[in-house]
C-alpha cells in the first residue's frame, strides 16, 4: 500500500496564528482527504483534496479557516488559520486510489497544541 | 448519510482472553464497512474490511468481522488478545462507490496481564 507522510509531525503554535501542514503521498493517488481528531474523540472529516480545484468541504468546515490546495496527484496541505485553543487537535490526511478496492491509508498525523 | 455507533468506549480483557468490539451503522444505501485500529500516537491501520461477498472477513493480526445486514452490524472478534493489542479501534463505513469514511467514536482495548 502507498505510504503517506505528514510534516510536522506536532506543533505548538500562538493563539491568531496559522500553521500550514503538509501530506505527501510516495504514489499517485485518486482522492486524498483531511481529517480532524479532537482529543479523546473520533475522527471528522474536513474536506476532500480536489487536484487543481477548490476542496469539497463538509458541514461546519470553511475555506477560510481550513484552506486546502492540492496541486498534484501525490502532494496535499492543509492551513489552520487564526488559531484558538478549539484548533488543537490531530490533523490526519489520508488517501484513496481506485485500483485498491476501497482502501483508504492513512498519515501518521500532525498533533497541534494551540496556546 | 451514514451514521456509526460503537456500543462501548473502553473494552478491558484479560491476555489470551477472546474479544468483541461491537459496531452497528445506519444507512439508507447499501455500504462499505471497515476496521481500523490507532496504535499510541500513530496514524490510523486498516485491520478489515467489508466490501461484499462472504459476510465473515478476516483481517490482520488475527482479527476477524462479521458482516449482519439485517442487524446492521459490523462486530469485530480476536479469539486471543495480546498485550500488543492494546490501541483504540475505530469502525467506519461509506456508501457503495463513495470513499467518504464515518467514523464511530472508537473503542478503546486495554489488555491486562
Known amino acids: 500500500s502507498a505510504v503517506i507522510s505528514q510534516k510536522p509531525s506536532r506543533d505548538i503554535c500562538q493563539r491568531g496564528t496559522s500553521l500550514t501542514i503538509q501530506c505527501q503521498v510516495d504514489?499517485?493517488?485518486?482522492?486524498m482527504f483531511w481529517y480532524r481528531q479532537q482529543p479523546g474523540q473520533s475522527l471528522t472529516l474536513i474536506a476532500t483534496?480536489?487536484?487543481?480545484?477548490?476542496?469539497?468541504?463538509e458541514s461546519g468546515f470553511v475555506i477560510d479557516k481550513f484552506p486546502i490546495s492540492r496541486p498534484n496527484l501525490t502532494f496535499s496541505t492543509l492551513t489552520v488559520s487564526n488559531m484558538s485553543p478549539e484548533d488543537s487537535s490531530i490533523y490526519l490526511c489520508?488517501?484513496?486510489?481506485?485500483?485498491?478496492?476501497?482502501?483508504?491509508?492513512f498519515g501518521p498525523g500532525t498533533r497541534l497544541t494551540v496556546l | 448519510a451514514q451514521s456509526v455507533t460503537q456500543l462501548d468506549s473502553q473494552v478491558p480483557v484479560f491476555e489470551e482472553a477472546p474479544v468483541e468490539l461491537r459496531c452497528n451503522y445506519s444507512s439508507s444505501v447499501s455500504v462499505y464497512l471497515f476496521w481500523y485500529v490507532q496504535y499510541p500516537n500513530q496514524g490510523l491501520q486498516l485491520l478489515l474490511k467489508?466490501?461484499?461477498?462472504?459476510?465473515l472477513v478476516k483481517g490482520i493480526n488475527g482479527f476477524e468481522a462479521e458482516f449482519n445486514k439485517s442487524q446492521t452490524s459490523f462486530h469485530l472478534r480476536k479469539p486471543s488478545v495480546h498485550i500488543s493489542d492494546t490501541a483504540e479501534y475505530f469502525c467506519?463505513?461509506?456508501?457503495?462507490?463513495?470513499?467518504?469514511?464515518?467514523f464511530g467514536q472508537g473503542t478503546r482495548l486495554t489488555i491486562n496481564p
Open positions: 489520508s488517501g484513496w486510489t481506485s485500483g485498491r478496492l476501497n482502501e483508504q491509508f
Open positions: 467489508y466490501l461484499s461477498g462472504s459476510t
Open positions: 467506519a463505513v461509506s456508501g457503495r462507490g463513495a470513499q467518504k469514511l464515518v
Open positions: 483534496a480536489n487536484q487543481g480545484s477548490e476542496a469539497t468541504y
Open positions: 504514489s499517485q493517488v485518486t482522492m
